[in-house]
């Protein structure tokens, strides 16, 4: 063969293995991908209060179990730590609570004011309890240098999805058993805050996510100064409709879930490409279910639970003002 001609025969071939490797990794995405969302969970692990009860980890687990995982995605959107920071009941309850979430494969888990209000060593403390999952891109020590990772990208059947966590300003903020920590933490401005990473965010994923314990000003001060941004997902600062379902601001879909961990939110989004194959969300579907009577336990779940609860009835943790889990059911 003429080098002309090799050269000619190699170079088709290498743009056949390019067109073959594009095709490929544009199968390889998954056709949609659904995530969970959870918020103000507040350290609780059993279903809530005296009247309407609901929520708890178990039932948390079943919905989030009757989905396809390897298409899943598990978030926390804040607010899910002790109410007493350090006291050892609570911190010991904790530890199951991040062992459930474990359980339920949860990628990423935001900082809210109950997280904030433990300081910068009990929050460092738990980040490493969660195992690094735990992000916030605008809370910072007394020196201004960021606490934890500002975010994290989690690959869901070949999509890179980022997740990036944010908090309003919470000087002057106070919260009921709230302490005052030796080493207090400040925030930064959210959109400044946003701004620093955002370049880096977009380049490490195809997709992106704000876990959101800001207010609705806030929120849409970042829609407007980050348009591409894709999903926020929130508490119940959020402006929304009565049925708690998914809904667009200015081409941003949007989520939230109402307190004390009574609702587990769902959305479902389709993932595809634009006319310069830039990947997109397409349509999306949603709602928050009430973890009420309807749902069932998961089995699972119940034994971590009843682990903990042996572990309290030996008297192995000394508490405050414990209440039996037996009142919560």
């Keep these: ?103 339920m494969g949860y990628s990423a888990l935001n900082v809210g004011p109950l997280e904030f209000n433990r300081g910068e060593a009990l929050l460092r403390s738990l980040g490493q309890q969660t195992g690094n999952r735990l992000i916030s891109a605008n809370v910072v020590d007394a020196s201004g240098k960021l606490v934890l990772a500002p975010y994290k990208v989690v690959e869901v059947e070949g999509l890179n999805v980022g997740i990036v966590g944010l908090i309003t300003d919470q000087s002057g903020a106070h919260l009921p058993g709230s302490h005052t920590p030796p080493d207090p933490l400040k925030t930064i401005e959210p959109v400044a805050a946003l701004g620093e990473l955002w370049e880096a965010l977009e380049k490490a994923s195809d997709i992106q996510i704000l876990l ?24 119940p600062g959020w402006r929304q409709n009565a049925q708690m379902e998914p809904w667009e601001e200015q081409g941003v879909v949007i989520g939230k879930v109402g307190v004390r961990g009574k609702f587990q939110g769902q959305m479902t989004l389709s993932i595809e490409r634009d006319k310069k194959k830039e990947i997109t969300i397409g349509r999306y579907s949603g709602e928050a279910t009430f973890l009420g009577g309807s749902i069932p336990d998961n089995p699972a779940m119940e034994s971590l639970l009843e682990e903990y609860a042996q572990r309290v009835r030996s008297g192995e943790v000394l508490q405050d003002h414990y209440e039996s889990h037996t009142d919560h059911q």
């Design 1 to 103: 063969m003429r080098p002309t001609s090799m050269w000619l025969g190699l170079g088709c071939l290498l743009s056949l293995l390019l067109i073959v490797s594009c095709s490929t990794t544009l199968a390889e995405l998954p056709p949609s991908v659904t995530i969970f969302y959870s918020n103000e969970a507040e350290n609780e692990l059993y279903k809530c209060c005296s009247t309407n009860q609901a929520g708890g980890l178990s039932r948390r687990a079943t919905v989030i179990a009757s989905h396809d995982w390897e298409t899943s995605l598990v978030v926390d959107t804040g607010n899910f730590s002790a109410k007493r920071p350090g006291n050892t009941y609570d911190e010991f309850k904790l530890t199951y609570l991040l062992r459930g979430y474990e359980l």
């Design 212 to 235: 959101s314990q800001l207010t609705d000003d806030e929120n849409s001060a970042v829609i407007q100064a980050f348009p591409n941004l894709d999903v926020i997902l929130g508490g």
